[in-house]
């Protein structure tokens, strides 16, 4: 009987470790809740844009799946988006959104829960990676933050919420307008969570690399 014991939690073993880790987009905003708007841009298209491209690279370049609280252009409660992530047993978990205050509000800050540990890799490896692609356009690093943020404080794995820039700046609006712009910001967090969830880089299928 002990035997059979063994196997049988050697296998549920096998299996969890064989469970592709699970990672949780959400883009702020959608449908009838547009978030800031200035220079002509929705904070809630540029989230979309973002998580999508996030989604697109992690699923694309590393051994893992990705969920999203919203895929298209629908409001979506905060609520919601927390309990979407724990029902599906995300590992980790990420919110896009765009600061909005004035015009000469600048730069990039990141929001993980106050005083949870366990986010702090998470934050730091995603905000050392966008920064690393702010810099060359020379923007300002508003810090790694704690706040009582709904998404952050309900999920129940590992959360960060980060404000890509001021869509409010006509300089950081004109930025955000970009593409390419996007598509590196994206590659960023991508990059910053594959290094926290230690995922498997799919370089080929003779040569993979697993970030330690």
């Known amino acids: 009987m002990f035997c059979c014991l063994v196997k049988e939690l050697l296998l549920i073993r096998l299996k969890e470790r064989m469970r592709l880790l699970l990672i949780a987009r959400d883009a702020g905003h959608g449908g009838t809740d547009p978030g800031a708007v ?15 491209k996030t989604g697109t690279y992690l699923r694309t370049h590393y051994t893992c799946e990705v969920v999203y609280t919203r895929n298209k252009d629908v409001a979506v409660e905060l609520s919601e988006r927390a309990r979407i992530a724990n029902m599906v047993k995300a590992d980790l978990f990420c ?42 356009h020379k923007i300002v690093d508003r810090g790694m933050k704690e706040k009582n943020l709904a998404v952050v404080r309900k999920t129940v794995m590992p959360a960060l919420l980060t404000e890509i820039l001021f869509i409010s700046n006509p300089e950081e609006a004109r930025l955000l307008r970009s593409e390419g712009f996007l598509d590196q910001v994206a590659q960023a967090h991508a990059i910053g ?20």
Do not use: C, W
């Open 38 to 52: 200035a220079n002509g841009l929705l904070e809630k298209d540029l989230t979309l844009q973002l998580a999508l």
């Open 95 to 136: 919110s896009f959104h765009i600061n909005s205050f004035n015009n000469v509000s600048k730069g990039f800050e990141s929001y993980r829960f106050p005083g949870s540990s366990k986010a702090l890799e998470l934050q730091r490896n995603v905000h050392t990676e966008i920064m690393n692609i702010l810099k060359k």
């Open 193 to 212: 969570i594959a290094k926290t969830a230690r995922l498997i880089q799919k370089i080929n299928t003779e040569d993979k690399k697993h970030y330690l």
